[in-house]
């Protein structure tokens, strides 16, 4: 997509801010002069009658005087300068100043046309004129070059506009692991296509559709990939940019930014983060720094209701907070059609992986199977990444391509993050380490309901892990029976049991470990319904499902006590049952913590040869 301007526009466009200050500071000055200025260059001069410019000559306190045709200006000994404001008709007055020595000179000049305009208009106003131009020029930048004009009268939307080529544009084929997506847009860029099918049955387009969905799925990808196959213009604008310390201002900018989307029809109009200015409004707050953004939100709500969706004007937002949204919002006139943008399965996985890998060099041997499986619950821009770590790493290490290996490093970059080669443990961290993750291991694989073990590793890493243990399902998992649940808890603890069975100690080592069960037994209890205390009642409330998904209780303090207890207890359970596998199987915990401290880092096959190797001797086995 190619961003279009028109050179000669926008310069006419940047004049007319500067005219509109020029023309302010004009009548600012007009009214200085008219009623303020008079008043100042009276004052510079004292008015005195007659008698008293007599008195002051016979006591000898004038230097200087000007005699005109109507006034006399004169000087004091302080250097006061004063006039007459009545002129008798005393002919001997040159006589008398000449008696007492004052000095004939000029006191005051009148000024000239030119001099008059320089003096008193000019040269005054010369830095408020100078101030006014920069601080129209810093309006201007952050106003889409509206400067003051924009700020007086309202602003420009600041929308980028693209326009479509076979060459730059992006199609659905340029996005992957989200066919349901691209199956729900398909329908609009018919319609843009050819709108006339639709107006002779009497179906009308949806005036927007919202893509919803975690950061890093392609909503954005998603409404350009829209615009490259209806080949439209499209606009692209953040719901940030709407937002102002000047009130009015985001409305003024939805008013421009459907003005030219009404001038470009058909087209495509995309609001990043709607968010920002989309919230629910807040009742009884009518003064507050909400004004700004309520303002906002009214002007798109009703230019919304106003233009006409047959011109082929369509209105995509995306948002990963849909709770947040007014309802006004959300009602069908507006945006009629929520369209989820989820984290993709397996098969959108290994699909997002080869798109990405079309450009880079690869081995054979890849197998973007593998990392897929590896990556449950990663996003689009995730795997993205992994394409582009595995890519690095195989220049790094002097490779011609990207191997398997390389892909694998990377998994592991973006999830645990980069090997921290400085790092040196003692010989005991090691130890305590290898039989940490050999216990998570051993309990996962000595369940019925754990998915296979794919890596242990004891080298620390960037994250501030000291190694992980990494399972691979099979497939993606859509349900969790109470039984999966409660292995998973159990190979949580499994490390924490490792170390108690073998040095009789616990560490620090265990505090993801820990976290990471209590959560998982806490929403057993008050979001699953998997306790026979609590039934089927909800006691907890999740608030922003796509942004980790923070949870809060919605119970008494009792029953928050009382779930409180069945956690402990249920985690205690889960803990003991992995004390007592490792217990049975110590012999196992020990070989294969061995072999992991002097390899470091060890593979799922390697892990399970040792699980399934039988003693050589009975004397072995029971020693």
């Not at 090691?430 to 242990?456: D, F, M, N």
Request: net charge negative; charged share 25%.
């Amino acid at each position: 997509m190619k961003q279009s301007s028109d050179p000669n526009q926008d310069k006419r466009r940047q004049r007319r801010p500067f005219l509109v200050s020029y023309a302010i500071v004009i009548l600012i000055m007009l009214l200085l002069n008219t009623f303020l200025f008079p008043s100042l260059l009276k004052s510079r001069i004292q008015e005195v009658d007659y008698g008293t410019f007599i008195n002051m000559l016979e006591q000898g306190k004038l230097t200087t005087v000007q005699l005109e045709d109507e006034q006399i200006y004169f000087i004091d000994n302080e250097e006061k300068a004063y006039q007459t404001n009545v002129i008798p008709q005393d002919y001997a007055i040159v006589q008398r100043l000449d008696d007492a020595g004052v000095n004939f000179g000029r006191v005051y000049r009148k000024q000239g046309v030119l001099e008059y305009l320089l003096v008193n208009w000019i040269l005054p106003f010369l830095p408020l004129i100078l101030l006014a131009t920069w601080f129209s020029r810093r309006i201007s930048r952050q106003m889409g070059g509206g400067g003051m004009n924009a700020m007086m009268f309202g602003g420009k939307s600041g929308a980028k506009e693209y326009v479509v080529d076979d060459k730059t544009g992006i199609r659905f084929r340029d996005v992957a692991g989200q066919d349901e997506a691209k199956e729900s847009l398909k329908e609009i860029v018919e319609f843009l296509h050819d709108p006339k099918k639709y107006e002779e049955i009497g179906a009308k387009m949806p005036k927007g559709a919202l893509l919803v969905g975690p950061p890093g799925t392609g909503k954005t990808l998603l409404a350009r990939a829209v615009a490259g196959e209806a080949e439209v213009p499209f606009f692209s604008i953040a719901g940030s940019e709407f937002v102002e310390m000047f009130v009015g201002m985001g409305a003024s900018k939805v008013r421009d930014l459907f003005r030219q989307a009404g001038e470009k029809a058909p087209c495509i109009v995309f609001i990043d983060e709607i968010d920002t200015i989309g919230k629910k409004r807040d009742s009884g707050q009518g003064i507050g720094g909400n004004d700004e953004r309520e303002q906002t939100l009214n002007q798109l709500l009703t230019e919304m209701d106003g233009f006409d969706a047959t011109k082929g004007v369509v209105i995509l937002a995306a948002t990963n907070r849909p709770e947040t949204l007014d309802p006004a919002l959300l009602r069908p006139g507006r945006f009629d059609r929520r369209i989820p943008v989820e984290l993709p399965d397996l098969k959108g996985r290994e699909a997002i992986l080869r798109l990405h890998a079309r450009k880079v060099r690869l081995d054979s041997e890849c197998d973007f199977n593998v990392v897929a499986r590896m990556t449950p619950g990663a996003s689009g821009a995730e795997l993205a990444n992994i394409i582009n770590e595995a890519a690095l790493g195989a220049v790094r290490h002097g490779r011609q391509a990207v191997t398997q290996p390389d892909l694998q490093e990377a998994v592991d970059t973006i999830l645990a993050g980069a090997q921290k080669k400085n790092a040196i443990l003692s010989e005991k961290e090691k130890c305590i380490v290898a039989y940490h993750e050999v216990g998570h291991a051993l309990v996962a694989a000595l369940q019925t309901h754990s998915a296979p073990v794919q890596k242990i590793t004891i080298v620390p890493r960037t994250s501030g892990a000291l190694g992980f243990t990494m399972q691979v399902e099979e497939g993606d998992r859509a349900l969790l029976s109470r039984d999966e649940l409660l292995d998973k808890i159990a190979t949580f603890t499994g490390g924490r049991a490792a170390e108690e069975l073998v040095f009789g100690s616990v560490t620090t080592g265990a505090s993801n470990d820990i976290e990471q069960a209590t959560k998982l037994a806490r929403a057993m209890i008050t979001r699953y319904g998997m306790s026979e205390d609590f039934d089927m009642v909800a006691l907890e409330t999740v608030k922003g499902a796509y942004l980790g998904g923070d949870a809060s209780l919605a119970c008494s303090e009792t029953t928050a006590a009382a779930v409180d207890a069945r956690v402990v207890e249920l985690v205690k359970t889960q803990h003991a049952k992995a004390y007592a596998l490792l217990e049975e199987n110590r012999r196992k915990l020990d070989e294969i913590s061995q072999y992991l401290y002097e390899k470091e880092t060890i593979s799922g096959q390697e892990f399970m040869d040792i699980m399934n190797r039988k003693p050589e001797t009975d004397g072995e086995e029971n020693r």
